[in-house]
């Protein structure tokens, strides 16, 4: 391909027309020159210039660079190769092909933040049950307003998409509306945001009758306004003469249009689900007060999600809830008790994992659960020591405790998991810049002693010292003071059983009720 270009030549004073034929390659090497002119000229004024100048040519020149990196899409590598290898067939069948697409910012971000995000949301997008065929950034001041990625690179990534035969498009980010419409038109796939992923995610592990109903209530408030509409043939507004002309009588509608009835319905649908909620939180006191009423002691478990919580509830406690490599494997909350050096029982309390950028749907639909959280004696903070951004997720993981009403105040243990995954070097590294984090292995074992002392020394001590002599036939309650007490001494003499232990006010109650004498 040759491009005529008309250019002026001096012959006597006069300009004459003349045509230069230059190919792709020179005018590329032309353009190269010209930028590199530009520059070097920029570069000599820069000593002439005032500071008032000066300041005006660091924004131009970040302006300039800002735009340069605007004109390439940076790929990340890796994505595509992370789905597994077994039962090709019938993957290909079941999972969608997805291209992940992401924006950052100098002022919000680092690259390196950026592409581990995009990773992050690649591990979102398998659990989901996607295969992740590409994943690109854009490196620019603020999303597009109207496609997010603006309209020359929404005509690379369709590009991509056709390329690879992708099904839909995951965008690192929320999309606003008017986004992913202007973005499905124009790439002709459907197009999501990382919210839709989680909450996909969510519905899939949802298992208890309250889970699913939270998980439904967050799926629908972020339907509501994303509703689309389906032309001027759903609607039923047309009334009056309107309606005499087009169709007369029986064409009078309610004066809704489609979109509008089914706004109504999920508004009623979400009112339903708000009080299914509520009527289920009776259950939810009525476990948590037994607890409370025997004085048994909860620590909760919480951490960013696949930090390793139920594999250290279960080595903690010997249960055997669900482990599984996957974001977001625990919905529902799990109980489990455990028994202290001194003898008496208290309970660890294995919670949902939290995530960067949790939809607010979700925080607000899981509230119920996070109520846990904040009724603990105990918080221990798991961190996986493996990724690659573990303080990233310790600043994520605060920033949804910080929105949880009675949380201050409640003392911590930061505990950094999978310690047998990294070497020596990182874990000291974690250990100079966290010197009061303890490190543990649930997968072997290593560090859960101190963990143990650790969580048992933060337990809240029975307040109430007894001394007396129980008769034998009061065995049960002697039992339940080993289990819920600290018990200091028992005695077997001939009269009974001396006991002097801690409890709380209501077994000082009975034990003193029982007493002989």
């Known amino acids: 391909m040759v491009l005529c270009l008309p250019t002026a030549t001096i012959h006597g004073g006069r300009a004459r027309g003349k045509v230069d034929v230059l190919t792709n390659d020179d005018r590329l090497e032309a353009g190269n020159d010209e930028v590199l002119g530009r520059r070097s000229d920029i570069l000599q004024d820069q000593g002439a210039r005032s500071p008032a100048d000066m300041d005006g040519f660091s924004a131009g020149a970040e302006q300039w660079s800002e735009r340069e990196s605007r004109n390439q899409l940076r790929r990340v590598v890796g994505l595509g190769e992370m789905q597994d290898e077994g039962d090709v067939e019938y993957r290909k069948v079941r999972l969608e092909r997805v291209v992940l697409v992401g924006v950052w910012s100098r002022n919000e971000t680092t690259l390196e933040k950026a592409e581990e995000s995009l990773r992050e949301l690649a591990a979102l997008a398998n659990t989901a049950g996607a295969q992740v065929c590409d994943g690109v950034l854009q490196h620019r001041l603020k999303p597009d307003a109207a496609t997010y990625v603006g309209r020359g690179k929404t005509k690379e990534i369709e590009g991509i998409v056709a390329r690879h035969e992708a099904d839909t498009i995951i965008v690192d980010g929320d999309l606003a509306p008017s986004q992913r419409r202007a973005l499905e038109d124009a790439t002709k796939v459907k197009v999501v945001d990382r919210t839709a992923v989680i909450l996909d995610i969510f519905a899939q ?27 001027g043939s759903l609607s039923r507004q047309a009334g009056g003469q309107a309606a005499g002309v087009n169709g007369g009588i029986g064409s009078r509608g309610p004066g809704e249009t489609q979109i509008e009835m089914d706004r109504r319905v999920i508004r009623t649908r979400i009112a339903r689900l708000k009080k299914q909620i509520r009527a289920m939180a009776p259950a939810r006191d009525v476990k948590r007060g037994s607890r409370r009423r025997l004085g048994l002691p909860t620590v909760a478990v919480v951490g960013y999600t696949n930090a390793g919580k139920s594999s250290l509830v279960n080595r903690l406690t010997g249960s055997g809830e669900l482990v599984e490599n996957a974001l977001f494997a625990t919905l529902d909350t799990a109980v489990r008790r455990a028994k202290a050096h001194d003898g008496r029982f208290y309970a660890y309390v294995d919670t949902v994992g939290f995530v960067r950028s949790l939809p607010t749907q979700l925080v607000e639909a899981f509230k119920s659960t996070l ?48 310690v047998d995954q990294v070497d020596a070097s990182t874990v000291g590294r974690l250990a100079n810049m966290r010197p009061e984090a303890l490190f543990v292995s649930a997968a072997s074992g290593e560090g859960l002693d101190r963990l143990r002392d650790a969580v048992e020394s933060l337990l809240p001590a029975p307040e109430i010292h007894v001394s007396a002599l129980l008769p034998y036939s009061a065995g049960g309650l002697l039992s339940e003071v080993r289990e819920y007490g600290k018990v200091q001494k028992v005695e077997y003499r001939t009269e009974g059983v001396a006991l002097e232990a801690d409890v709380d006010s209501r077994l000082a109650a009975r034990v003193l009720d029982s007493a002989v004498g």
Not at 205 to 216: D, I, M
Not at 373 to 401: K, M
């Open 205 to 231: 592990h949802a298992t208890s009758r309250e889970g699913k109903a939270q998980v439904e209530l967050a799926q629908l408030e972020y339907m509501l306004p994303r509703l689309r509409g389906w032309g």
């Open 371 to 418: 109520e846990e959280v904040a009724g603990a004696d105990v918080i221990v903070h798991v961190v996986d020591a493996s990724t690659a951004d573990p303080f990233a997720q310790i600043e994520a993981v605060n920033r949804v405790l910080a929105d949880i009403d009675g949380v201050e105040g409640i003392p911590r243990v930061l505990v950094f998991n999978k």
